[in-house]
């Protein structure tokens, strides 16, 4: 079956780095667009950049220039590189598979948590 296993979350201070990694089974990878997507406390989902299998890629105005997207297709893996964190990029971060290419997405992993916070 599918499953999209988010991890590389944690605590980490305004300007700070971290890095996100996506792993995912259970279907063909290189088939698919995938997709960050986050969720603060109290906010609705925030979709935040998504990558084609050939690898172009869309991204936020609201994290352009400081979060990154990439994808290894040997190793089934979605990432997302967050720099120059701000206390208001907290939050549950997901990734999602693109089901059409067209921005309907069809699973979720269950989220990694980051804190940034001094």
């Known amino acids: 079956q599918v499953q999209l296993a988010e991890s590389g979350g944690g605590l980490v201070q305004p300007g700070g780095s971290l890095s996100l990694s996506c792993a995912a089974s259970?279907?063909?990878?290189?088939?698919?667009?995938m997709a960050w997507v986050r969720q603060a406390p109290g906010k609705g989902l925030e979709w935040l950049s998504d990558m084609a299998n050939g690898g172009k890629t869309n991204t936020a105005d609201s994290v352009k220039g400081r979060f990154t997207i990439s994808r290894d297709n040997a190793k089934n893996t979605l990432y997302l590189q967050m720099n120059s964190l701000k206390p208001e990029d907290t939050a549950l971060y997901y990734c999602a598979r693109d089901m059409t290419g067209w921005g309907i997405y069809d699973y979720w992993g269950k989220g990694t948590l980051v804190t940034v916070s001094s």
């Open positions: 259970g279907f063909t990878f290189n088939s698919h667009y």
